[in-house]
């Protein structure tokens, strides 16, 4: 089955502790996205990633890292989580850019900073 | 920079109504996408429109893209309880230099009492 996963799903953590969130696409897609999303502010976009190797800032890239080692996966890495990062997180893919493609979402990773 | 206001925040309807959100662009568009995202669930893509003054239809669902690519608006004719969830358009710029810039609205939260 054709999708995107990310894990964990859920995760409370307390601040200054780094995480990783994972994501993996099994669609040979080149593009790969980051999204937060908070109440009343939609979907905002953290990083992307045209293809292995090139990532770049979305409109909140700050507080996050990223890399993109091989094309099926796209980490997000919060080095020192803040609380202010508390948020549900989306991972996104599609074949060669969301400009002329549906983005496929990954099922969400709900993160608490305490 | 690019911004997509999206109206109304909310919107309650008796099963039977219709329903219609509006996206508005302060710049013009190469296309517009919209989305919907099920209680708990992640966004999903719906439609793509790229052309001045299109108009799609989905079964109940009608897209329609302005004549100045700056605004699109999504009609659901006739709501049911399955249309429930919140719906999202993304407004792709082309920035220049072969530079583009998706950008979400911050989404209608579509509410059907049966």
């Known amino acids: 089955e054709a999708q995107v996963t990310q894990n964990p799903r859920y995760l409370i953590t307390v601040t200054g502790k780094k995480l990783t969130v994972t994501c993996s696409q099994n669609m040979n897609h080149e593009y790969m996205s980051w999204y937060r999303q908070d109440p009343g502010l939609g979907l905002r976009q953290i990083y992307y990633s045209m293809n292995v190797e090139v990532t770049d800032k979305g409109d909140v890239p700050e507080g996050y890292k990223v890399s993109r080692k091989e094309k099926r996966n796209f980490p997000l890495i919060l080095e020192s989580p803040s609380p202010n990062q508390t948020s549900l997180y989306f991972c996104a893919s599609s074949p060669s850019g969301p400009w002329y493609n549906e983005q496929f979402f990954g099922p969400g990773t709900r993160l608490t900073v305490l | ?114």
């Not at chain 2, 999206?6 to 959100?21: A, C, K, L, R, S």
């Open chain 2, 1 to 114: 920079g690019q911004q997509v206001m999206q109206i109304p925040q909310y919107q309650h309807v008796q099963e039977g109504e219709d329903f219609t959100t509006y996206c508005n662009s302060s710049t013009t568009l190469s296309n517009i996408q919209w989305y919907k995202q099920r209680p708990g669930g992640h966004p999903v893509f719906l439609i793509q429109l790229v052309k001045s003054g299109e108009v799609k239809k989905q079964k109940r669902l009608t897209f329609q893209f302005g004549e100045a690519k700056k605004n699109s608006s999504l009609h659901i004719t006739a709501t049911q309880t399955t249309d429930v969830g919140t719906y999202f358009c993304a407004g792709l710029e082309n920035s220049g230099a072969g530079s583009y810039q998706l950008t979400f609205g911050k989404g209608t939260k579509l509410s059907v009492i049966p």
